[in-house]
């Protein structure tokens, strides 16, 4: 029994030259915040996006808050976001003193339902923020429209999508502002990391400002707003640098990942997939399953059962406004969509080391577990 595998939810793979430039930094003593690979990292992350700013910061809660700050939102404001999503993005809303207002997701990408996002604008709406749920692209044009006619920020919350495509286009380049994360998990890492990308000259120098204790770029040591200290070190961005040479490696084989799953599990009948819509590179942070209603199991019955054989699953998120600090924003609004995928959705392991065998494993055990349920 104790011989039985272990197949975690997610893990880093670190193949390139992670090791010889974190080994740089020891050598060289550059290991806080100056240093050469956080301006490398940096470059070549804008170069990746399509943008022409980006700056690196400790983790990508942080970047949310940064754009939010950049674009000045404040106490009273509202910022319209996907109730589908991680807690992070409403999260950072929350520290400018700013209201989350929530929208459902749509029913095949289950990011954010654009022809629901204008029921929600009031005369306190500031913004939208999108998550490009799981790695696949939100639909773009409806939202930058909708937010042209309203005079609206848009920021894409791009912490799940490193290098997904929206029409050709990489997402983080077509909202006014993006953040990505690189936690141990994400499709890059740094271990803990964020950066914001975009092309706006005055939001990037701002976001500059403000993740650097808020000092005068051209005055050393002179503090004329209150500031932060967001800052990437430099042993960080050497990670970040070396999985960033490797990006098209790593999407392309979670890519691969997902299409094992598809040929394991498409036509079952008690589930629903992903979809890649046709104009979408979906690069599948986590290939999630939605249990569908012949499927008598509870879902955490079924992770349970997963567990069991060594397989760790995660739980689609909770929808932000079942949360305790969230729920009375919302209250008698009605999220359907949302809260079915959040009730019977699992995310199955996603990662670049994984192999065939592992997936047709996990599909195997999968298929029994859901068929079993009758
Ligand atoms: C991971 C994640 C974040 C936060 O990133 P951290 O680096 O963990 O702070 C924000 N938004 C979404 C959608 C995420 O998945």
Request: hydrophobic share 40%; with cysteine.
């Amino acid at each position: 029994m104790n011989t039985k595998r272990f197949i975690p939810v997610a893990a880093p793979t670190l193949n390139g030259n992670e090791r010889a430039y974190v080994l740089d930094c020891l050598d060289s003593t550059w290991i806080s915040s100056n240093g050469k690979y956080v301006e490398q990292f940096e470059r070549a992350f804008a170069e990746f996006c399509g943008v022409k700013h980006a700056a690196a910061c400790c983790n990508g809660t942080v970047a949310l808050h940064l754009a939010l700050m950049a674009l000045g939102v404040g106490p009273k404001d509202e910022v319209i976001v996907p109730t589908l999503t991680f807690v992070a993005t409403a999260n950072a809303v929350t520290y400018c003193g700013a209201r989350p207002v929530f929208v459902d997701s749509e029913p095949e990408t289950w990011n954010i339902d654009p022809e629901q996002i204008e029921a929600k604008i009031t005369t306190r709406t500031k913004g939208i923020i999108v998550v490009h749920l799981y790695g696949h692209p939100v639909d773009m044009d409806p939202v930058m429209s909708i937010a042209r006619r309203h005079n609206l920020f848009v920021i894409e919350d791009a912490a799940e999508a490193h290098g997904a495509e929206y029409k050709g286009r990489k997402v983080g380049s077509i909202g006014d502002i993006a953040t990505f994360s690189f936690y141990g998990n994400k499709i890059i890492t740094t271990g803990e990391g964020g950066m914001v990308v975009t092309n706006d000259d005055a939001l990037a120098s701002k976001v500059r400002q403000l993740k650097g204790q808020g000092m005068d770029p051209n005055k050393r040591y002179w503090f004329p707003i209150v500031g932060y200290n967001y800052r990437m070190t430099n042993v960080a961005a050497a990670i970040g640098l070396a999985q960033l040479e490797r990006a098209e490696w790593h999407i392309e084989r979670r890519r691969e990942v997902a299409k094992w799953y598809y040929q394991a599990l498409k036509d079952n009948p008690s589930l629903t997939l992903p979809v890649e819509r046709e104009w979408a590179k979906n690069v599948y942070w986590m290939f999630t399953v939605v249990l569908n209603d012949n499927v008598r199991k509870s879902r955490d019955h079924i992770m349970q059962e997963l567990a069991a054989e060594g397989i760790e699953t995660r739980p689609v998120f909770y929808p932000l406004h079942t949360l305790p600090p969230y729920n009375r924003l919302s209250r008698g609004q009605r999220f359907p969509v949302a809260s079915h995928l959040g009730a019977r959705g699992i995310n199955l392991p996603t990662w670049a080391g994984l192999k065939k065998a592992d997936i047709e494993f996990i599909c195997k055990v999968l298929k029994e577990f859901v068929r079993g349920s009758g």
